[in-house]
């Protein structure tokens, strides 16, 4: 058998197979690949192509992903398993990831194929170290046993951090077990930061007062021992801090301690920094700098994964060309208007807002140009709106706003505010264009006694928007009992 990577792809469209097989090629990568669309030949195939990675569609014909999945896992080969699906809804991906699968990867974002495959072949390459390190150990003499309780924290933080998807909770949940092994004196106190650019967030923290938080805002990579690992890329010790020049962020009252900085690094990307402290003096040898560089691996990878996720959620709640609420996520919010209202006798009011003549607008700019002005719109809307009210594009050129506690009167002004607004912006939408003026049409319903669902109240949005669009355009309507 080859020493190429071995790739078992299940999927039965054979041009998504080759668009997977063509984007790990030009990463550079060296496999040979199987490609199976059945049951039979799926299980056929574990046995005797012994695959490295699998590739998985999630719903086949007559094969379900999470069915492949246990008798992949039933197989025993211990081969990483990522679903590449075209759709995977949020309940369905968090599922597949406490089943046992390594990743996922949608069919439309296929340039995230290949660092999903890279990390996963990486975590078993790893993985299979540990294994061989472990073994080493038991067989080796009594001054090894050190590296041994080494690699029993490092398992204990990789079960950590594999409990939860959520990143505040995951990076929580790191640090305290980290600042709790008992390695090298480490005190408990500490921080992550992520990489937003060239910045630092500190987005998780222990033992730290006020002061300290108001002096580690807005650091950057040329900050500090933080900003020194994130530029390079290697851990920073520094034993005593009050006489290190590198230590550039000092304040009255700051204790003398000594740190280590460990850079979060995925491929050659850092993701973040951990920060821990030590008391003055303290030294760490080659052995504790491998060690926390597994461990700033292990934690770089979760980050990606549980970011990927967040990003993922928010997708499939978003509408993705302007970023406002999608029908779906404006169903929830509607919903949950109409029962608060129900139940208190509160108001709720919705606008429905269609722009006027945006057929013209394609047909004689195009519909990139169209896109742009979609975007810059959802943009002005929702700064005409509060933080609790809802702005979802409801189709095409159509948006919905939800207020809720707001009565017909003031939902009207808000309504004409944005009429308004939009009538009197020039939007640029391209180099050496002349400015383009839009107007919208918008209807506006209120909830009373006898609406039974928010089907009903959107309804009637709809038909005063219709009224706004007969009479005229560019103007607001209401919708009243008596018409």
Not at 54 to 78: K, M, V
Not at 99 to 115: E, F, I, Q, S
Not at 467 to 476: E, H, L, Q
Request: glycine share 6%.
């Amino acid at each position: 058998m080859s020493d190429l990577t071995r790739i078992l792809i299940l999927e039965d469209v054979p041009e998504d197979a080759e668009l997977m097989i063509r984007e790990l090629r030009q990463t550079g990568m060296k496999f040979e690949s199987v490609c199976v669309s059945t049951k039979d030949a799926f299980l056929k195939e574990l046995e005797d192509f012994s695959p490295n990675l699998i590739l998985s569609d999630f719903s086949l014909p007559s094969y379900d992903g999470f069915t492949a999945l246990e008798d992949h896992q039933r197989a025993g080969n211990g081969a990483p398993f990522i679903f590449v699906s075209g759709k995977m809804g949020e309940e369905t991906v968090i599922e597949a990831m406490e089943k046992g699968a390594t990743d996922y990867v949608l069919k439309n974002r296929l340039g995230r194929l290949a660092p999903a495959v890279q990390r996963a072949l990486y975590e078993v390459e790893d993985h299979s170290k540990r294994l061989r390190a472990e073994a080493k150990i038991l067989a080796q003499s009594e001054e090894l046993k050190s590296i041994n309780r080494e690699l029993l924290i490092l398992n204990r933080i990789s079960a950590e951090i594999s409990q939860t998807i959520d990143l505040d909770k995951m990076l929580y949940h790191a640090l305290d077990t980290i600042t709790d092994s008992g390695l090298y004196d480490l005190q408990k106190k500490g921080g992550i930061l992520i990489a937003e650019g060239e910045k630092l967030n500190l987005a998780v923290h222990l033992g730290h007062d006020d002061k300290f938080l108001k002096h580690h805002e807005n650091l950057t990579f040329d900050d500090c021992l933080c900003g020194l690992a994130a530029r390079t890329g290697e851990i920073i010790i520094s034993s005593q801090c009050s006489g290190d020049e590198r230590h550039t962020i000092k304040y009255p009252g700051m204790e003398d301690h000594g740190h280590v900085i460990v850079p979060l690094k995925t491929a050659n990307q850092v993701v973040g920094v951990l920060c821990l402290y030590l008391p003055a003096g303290a030294e760490i040898n080659k052995s504790g700098r491998d060690l926390l560089q597994n461990i700033g691996s292990q934690l770089a990878i979760s980050i990606e994964n549980a970011k990927l996720y967040e990003e993922t959620k928010a997708n499939s709640l978003h509408d993705p060309l302007t970023g406002l609420a999608n029908r779906s996520l404006m169903k929830n919010a509607l919903k949950k208007a109409f029962a608060v209202s129900q139940r208190t006798g509160r108001p709720v009011s919705v606008i429905m807002l269609d722009l006027d003549h945006f057929k013209k607008y394609n047909d004689t700019y195009g519909h990139a140009a169209g896109d742009r002005l979609l975007v810059e719109l959802a943009a002005l809307i929702s700064r005409e709106i509060r933080e609790i009210d809802v702005v979802a594009r409801y189709g095409g050129e159509e948006f919905l706003a939800i207020l809720p506690d707001t009565a017909s009167e003031p939902a009207t002004l808000v309504a004409e505010r944005i009429r308004k607004t939009i009538e009197l912006t020039e939007f640029f939408l391209s180099e050496g264009r002349q400015p383009a003026h839009m107007t919208v049409s918008l209807g506006v319903a209120t909830y009373d006694v006898n609406i039974s669902n928010e089907d009903m109240l959107v309804a009637r949005a709809d038909a005063s928007l219709y009224r706004a669009k007969s009479g005229g355009r560019n103007r607001v309507e209401v919708w009243l009992p008596l018409l």
